[in-house]
């Protein structure tokens, strides 16, 4: 399960390093990036991302699944976390993230994928939401 939030530097080839609480929930070498629809870019294990393809074939009918096999699964890259535990970014894919002079991006545990976010994109998502986060804080808490 992947959890909390990291800002991570990307270095000029567009790798960052996988933090380490995050690599340790990772099976394997390898991670999927995939072109979020509201948000720039998750990312997946890639058994995670197994489970999606599969939920796919079982809720889709054949039109869906196409439609999901060229938007989504088309645009999707994989990247191997190296031995000193970077990752890359593919080209392509970092390009959707409107990065800063900094580089610097906000990776966000989503229990079954994660998020990267430009830190500023990450506060004014945080800041627009705000209200329905006070709306809905007493039922938040009370599943803790």
């Excluded at 990752?87 to 994928?113: A, Q, S, W």
Aim: glycine share 6%; aromatic share 10%; net charge negative.
């Amino acid at each position: 399960m992947f959890a909390g939030q990291y800002h991570c530097k990307l270095d000029e080839k567009g790798r960052f390093i996988f933090p380490t609480p995050l690599r340790e929930q990772v099976e394997g070498d390898r991670v999927i990036f995939v072109k979020g629809q509201d948000l720039p870019l998750s990312a997946y294990s890639v058994q995670e991302w197994e489970k999606v393809l599969s939920r796919v074939k079982e809720t889709f009918d054949e039109d869906q699944s196409r439609l999901f096999m060229h938007y989504v699964v088309a645009e999707a890259a994989s990247s191997e976390i190296d031995k000193t535990g970077r990752v890359l970014i593919p080209g392509r894919l970092r390009k959707v993230i409107p990065l800063e002079d900094d580089l610097e991006i906000v990776v966000v545990g989503m229990f079954h994928r994660l998020e990267i976010w430009n830190p500023s994109a990450w506060r004014r998502y945080l800041m627009q939401h705000d209200a329905q986060l006070e709306e809905n804080l007493g039922k938040m808490h009370n599943l803790l």
